[in-house]
């Protein structure tokens, strides 16, 4: 639906004028009917004002502004906010019955909000050091800086450098959105080049990959393990305040077999 259609339609739904319409917002009538055929587009301001007068859901609010060709609010939200307590309690649902397989809540900005059993044992595992000094959880851990530090997640990775890179690609991604990340992604970056590069002229990925497939060498043998990540929220609703889910699958018989014999449910 293009976006005079939406407007219009988001209108005549709510039984309201184009009059009525116009006078709430402080412009002709005129404008309001060359708007919905198409004939003017709206400022952001009056789209947003628009959207407000007719009380419509974010995510619909959302979609007009992408359809405006308008970037989204960057709206932040605590976590202890009631509006986002469903959300929560609906990720932790799936935490719990993701189990005994590891599995993370982080937020925009990639500090973690939540993770299961099977997330605080595998990082007992794959960065004991680290994750000792953060009291065995990693709920609030900063997981950028997890990546570039000498103890952390790439420590006993094999293939520290592709994976890295494929993670230094989504992050470069991403920090258009939130360019407040850029300073943590480029000490990430030094650390990555500094301590797994390998020898020649071998050039990180420019594009961040639709999963990873990550394997360690620990105490209990090598674990291998693919992940997928999921945003919480309908596409036209992300914003810095979204939550996404990591979810971590064995990729063999031997992985699964000691994540279920070590991860206590719940």
């Given at each position: ?153 790439l420590s006993r990775m094999r293939e520290p450098w592709a994976v890295g890179s494929a993670l230094l690609a989504q992050l470069h991604a991403e920090a258009s959105a939130t360019p407040a990340m850029q300073a943590r992604i480029q000490r990430f970056s030094d650390a990555l080049n500094q301590r797994h590069r390998p020898a020649g002229r071998t050039e990180p990925p420019d ?60």
């Amino acid at each position: 639906m293009k976006l005079a259609q939406l407007l219009r339609h988001l209108r005549t739904d709510r039984n309201i004028a184009q009059l009525e319409l116009a006078l709430r917002l402080g412009v002709s009538q005129r404008h309001v009917s060359y708007i919905e055929a198409g004939r003017a587009r709206p400022s952001r301001e009056l789209l947003l004002a628009w959207m407000a007068e007719l009380e419509v859901p974010t995510s619909v609010r959302n979609a007009a502004l992408l359809h405006a060709g308008f970037a989204l609010p960057q709206e932040k939200m605590p976590l202890d906010s009631p509006a986002l307590a469903p959300a929560l309690q609906a990720l932790r649902h799936t935490l719990v019955a993701h189990e005994p397989n590891p599995a993370l809540v982080f937020d925009a900005d990639w500090r973690t909000v939540d993770q299961n059993s099977g997330a605080t044992w595998l990082w007992s595992l794959v960065m004991p050091e680290l994750a000792a000094s953060a009291g065995g959880q990693v709920r609030g851990m900063d997981m950028i800086a997890a990546l570039g530090h000498p103890q952390g997640l790439l420590s006993r990775m094999r293939e520290p450098w592709a994976v890295g890179s494929a993670l230094l690609a989504q992050l470069h991604a991403e920090a258009s959105a939130t360019p407040a990340m850029q300073a943590r992604i480029q000490r990430f970056s030094d650390a990555l080049n500094q301590r797994h590069r390998p020898a020649g002229r071998t050039e990180p990925p420019d594009h961040a990959a639709p999963y990873l497939s990550l394997s360690f060498d620990t105490a209990l043998g090598t674990l291998s393990y693919f992940y997928v990540q999921s945003v919480f929220a309908l596409p036209q609703d992300v914003t810095l305040a979204s939550l996404r889910m990591e979810l971590w699958f064995p990729l063999d018989g031997h992985t699964a077999e000691v994540t279920r014999r070590h991860v206590a449910p719940g």
